[in-house]
């Protein structure tokens, strides 16, 4: 199974902050290895994020997004202690959800 | 007249000259803190955590018991009281030394295993990279203090001074050749002096860091490596003595210094 997700969501105002770091990859598949053998693309292609069942947030993203990617973005209707669901599908199928309570200001 | 012309002139210009290092120093503090919030050393914590828990190696054992200095199992600190001597090796041994004996003592690994891919390649995670930053960060906040008291640390620090200056290579080149002065630079990256200690507290304790250049968290031990490569000095075996030795040296400048790792780094 893929590695974990580190998740930060804390109200910021009336709005919940999330900060979330995945462990990935994200290989573009242009680069070569020490052979001269095309490395395969391997990236993520999907995050949504849910909370309370309904979706908040949700991208599309292709091969130039960085290794270990950094999200970052605010929702508004969250309340401290509610849960936030974070989900990742790349284009191998490997799937990651990782959940995170929301903390007060 | 036209001397104290000439003389504001050049004031002025010394003048504008340290302005603007002072901005292009605040600028890549900036751009230091701004990193730090995303640091994907985290990750690496994360799964150092995990690893400490898993039973592995032939006893099927996890290092829940290794004694990394503070008694069986105790991580907090630890690595802030790190290198240090150790009675049941009769050594002094840094996080990586210890955390490949109790692989071999504890978990039954064989030495070569427990010594293999200490520095992680793309596709080639290492183990020791994430147990590390597991164990830095388990002491982030604290001050640094490593003992300088016990004989074989005493010695260490004056072997580790030893190698510091000792000058070799086909480039002639020694730790100090860099390290010994301060307000030295290659481009932007400042070079520390090591055995000053406002310097060795701000920067020894920032190890291990997570390196952008090479998406990977680098340990003391790559870094030294790396250093010993740069020099073209023959490379150092993983975990020797020398490493070890000269970690005591920058220790005890750093002593006092905030721990800071696992950081980010360019």
Known sequence: ?105 | MFRHRLMACMLLAAFAGAAAAQTTEQEIQRYRDMLQDDNPAELEELKGAELWKTPRGPNKVSLERCDLGMGPGVVKGAYAHLPRYFADTDKVQDVESRLVTCMVTLQGFPPAEAMRNPFSAPGRPSDKEALVSYIAAQSRGMKMDAPMTHPKEIEAFQVGERLFFRRAGPHDFSCASCHDEKGKRIRLQDLPKLNDPVEARRVFPTWPGYRVSQGAVRTMQHRLFDCYWQMRHPPVGYTSDAITALQVYMAKYANGGDMKAPTVKR
């Open chain 1, 1 to 105: 199974m893929p590695d974990p997700m580190r998740i930060r969501a804390s109200m910021v105002g009336d709005k919940v902050d999330v900060k979330v770091l995945m462990a990935h990859e994200m290989e573009t598949g242009l680069r070569k290895d020490a052979k001269g053998q095309a490395i395969p693309a391997h990236f993520i292609q999907n995050v949504t994020v849910t909370h309370n069942g309904k979706t908040v947030f949700s991208a599309q993203w292709g091969p130039s997004i960085s290794k270990n990617p950094f999200l970052h973005f605010r929702f508004a209707g969250g309340k401290p202690g509610e849960k936030v669901t974070i989900t990742w599908t790349d284009n191998k199928g490997e799937k990651r959800s990782d959940e995170t309570t929301i903390a007060g200001s």
